[in-house]
């Protein structure tokens, strides 16, 4: 008896270009519905988001325009902060600064190279070891940043992070983990290229946004924490790391609908 068969590789990402379009179209208006919501409880006109050049930081930017667009509040009202540091490549710089400005947000760049330095000082820290210190005290300075803004313009700060990175605790504990609306939760990490090459072909953009976005989602996958190779290319990468994420998307679409573990 034949008792094979098919199991999908891409679980989260459906093979039918009609339904894969329908999934982005209904996602993307979940996130903006769900961002809607929480400005409207908390009267806040406002949002701080954290831009990276990456694909987590990339399609929250565009899902909070969405938001402010759907509520007739001014793009400037969206202070978008990219924050290079010891590992941030030119690529990731260059398309970071270029989508905030070409979109119409409010553009804030806040290099956090010296107040690293000093937090290493005052805790003994040698800058030279690249250990899991080097890397949490940029994370945590970026994410104080935010929080700090946030609390000067009474705005919110928009999470960046995706349901993959979660599940995987892929995040720097008290840093890049907090926000005071994590917009990405319920988003895998294989599905955003999609949703963002979606974006490309459904919203009203000119062919230099679309360009961006593009390249975005041909970038590897990297905190960006670690120093650029001698090219000043992205030396560390994330699943060279933690493993491939459609593997993790894999197990994961399982464990929630199967309870398989």
């Avoid at 679980?11 to 009609?18: A, G, L, N, R, W």
């Amino acid at each position: 008896k034949n008792i094979s068969r098919k199991i999908d590789a891409h679980p989260f990402v459906p093979s039918d270009k009609e339904e894969l379009n329908e999934k982005c179209e209904k996602t993307f208006a979940i996130q903006v519905q769900g961002l809607v919501t929480r400005l409207n409880h908390t009267h806040i006109q406002k949002a701080v988001i954290g831009i990276s050049g990456g694909l987590d930081s990339t399609w929250a930017l565009l899902v909070a325009v969405g938001v402010f667009d759907k509520l007739n509040i001014d793009r400037k009202n969206i202070i978008s902060i990219t924050m290079p540091g010891f590992g941030t490549s030119e690529r990731t710089h260059s398309n970071a600064n270029s989508l905030i400005r070409k979109l119409g947000v409010q553009f804030r760049e806040i290099n956090i190279k010296a107040a690293c330095l000093q937090h290493f000082d005052d805790i003994m820290h040698d800058a030279s070891c690249h250990d899991v210190t080097y890397e949490n005290v940029q994370a945590r300075e970026r994410t104080q940043i935010l929080m700090d803004v946030a609390n000067k313009e009474s705005a919110l700060v928009v999470g960046t992070g995706d349901m993959s990175e979660l599940a995987l605790g892929w995040a720097t504990y008290n840093g890049d983990h907090m926000s005071m609306y994590g917009v990405n939760a319920g988003v895998v990490k294989t599905l955003i290229p999609y949703l963002i090459n979606w974006y490309t072909q459904v919203e009203k953009i000119d062919d230099s946004i679309k360009e961006i976005l593009l390249d975005i989602i041909n970038t590897p996958i990297s905190p960006e924490l670690l120093p650029t190779n001698d090219c000043g290319k992205i030396a560390q990468k994330t699943e060279d790391l933690v493993g491939p994420y459609e593997l993790h998307d894999f197990f994961l679409y399982h464990f929630l609908k199967n309870n398989s573990s």
